[in-house]
């Protein structure tokens, strides 16, 4: 059976089914129309992207947030002030200094050097022997020739010179003494300071009559206190650190002492320990018929300049 022709203008071409059921086009035509282009955007509008989901671990708005900081070991967490710390952050707390460090330093430092102090130590022990042979012989003829002498008055005169001669000596031998004292000192700062140290070191004393007058100071406040039991230790306590400010600081008695009482306050525990172990093993090498002071003092000075060298940083003194 040919084809029918269907109804229409003659000649026409096909036209394309209608949506059915009434329903418009994609773009809202009538049924039955043909297409219509869609409605332009407002004015002043662009079109905007189509909205993108957020992937995964991704927050909305397409950022992605930076992981957490974790505060670190021992710190606490907190958000940063204007000077870039967090809040909360502290500095830790710098470890005190230890007396017992300072006996094990102060050893090491010696065996590096026993030569050193050991002959600096002879050398103003020679210098004390032949002061006082001098100092001796000098009184001994003095009271010889007195003794010769017919008159009274000249008998007294001499005797008198034999007594103010040994209070003399005496107190010749208590300043060598001290600028002894001073010069291992003085080689003791030398080494904790990492500085070569020689002999020499030993009599090249800074500051020397501002650490001979706080030598003496001390000297005098504890013969003055020696008939109590505690103060002459107390005067130790609070001047242990004098010399060591006179000779590194150049300081003048009353700076040095003032200083000296300011650390030891700062550091009481520490400053007891190495003085008792220091009297403990000055008493060892005295028991060794005296020559271990050979050894026993200079690492006892050792000590205490390794603790005043690690105190004067970090102890406020001035």
């Known amino acids: 059976m040919s084809d029918q022709q269907q109804p229409g203008t003659p000649g026409e071409p096909h036209q394309p089914e209608q949506p059915t059921y009434g329903q418009p086009d994609q773009f809202g035509g009538a049924p039955g129309q043909p297409p219509q282009a869609p409605p332009p955007p407002p004015p002043g509008t662009g079109t905007p992207p189509p909205p993108q989901q957020p992937g995964y671990g991704q ?10 900081q974790q505060p670190g070991y021992a710190q606490p967490a907190g958000q940063a002030h204007p000077g870039g710390a967090p809040q909360g952050q502290y500095a830790p707390v710098p470890t005190e200094p230890q007396a017992t460090d300072g006996f094990k330093w102060g050893w090491e430092a010696f065996k590096a050097n026993w030569s050193t102090f050991v002959l600096g130590q002879l050398a103003w022990a020679a210098i004390v022997v032949v002061v006082t042979v001098i100092w001796v012989a000098l ?24 007594v103010f001669g040994t209070i003399l000596m ?14 291992v000192a003085n080689a003791s700062l030398r080494t904790v300071r990492g500085e070569s140290v020689s002999v020499a070191d030993f009599f090249k004393i800074p500051n020397p009559v501002q650490v001979g007058l706080v030598a003496v100071a001390l000297g005098l406040a504890s013969s003055l206190l020696s008939w109590t039991f505690v103060l002459p230790l107390a005067v130790l306590f609070f001047g242990v650190y004098a010399v060591y400010f006179a000779l590194d600081k150049k300081q003048g008695v009353v700076d040095a002492i003032t200083s000296s009482v300011k650390m030891a306050l700062a550091t009481p525990a520490q400053t007891i320990l190495v003085l008792l172990l220091g009297m403990v093993a000055n008493a060892i090498g005295s028991a060794l018929c005296g020559v271990g002071t050979l050894v026993s003092a200079p690492v006892v000075v050792l000590a205490v300049s390794w603790l005043y060298h690690q105190n004067v940083g970090r102890v406020q003194t001035s």
């Open 59 to 68: 927050q909305p708005g397409g950022a992605t947030p930076p992981p957490p």
């Open 139 to 162: 009184l001994s003829a003095i009271g010889v020739f007195g003794s010769g002498v017919g008159g009274e008055a000249q008998a007294m005169a001499f005797a008198s010179a034999g």
């Open 170 to 183: 005496v107190l010749v031998a208590f300043i060598v003494g001290i600028f002894a004292a001073a010069g």
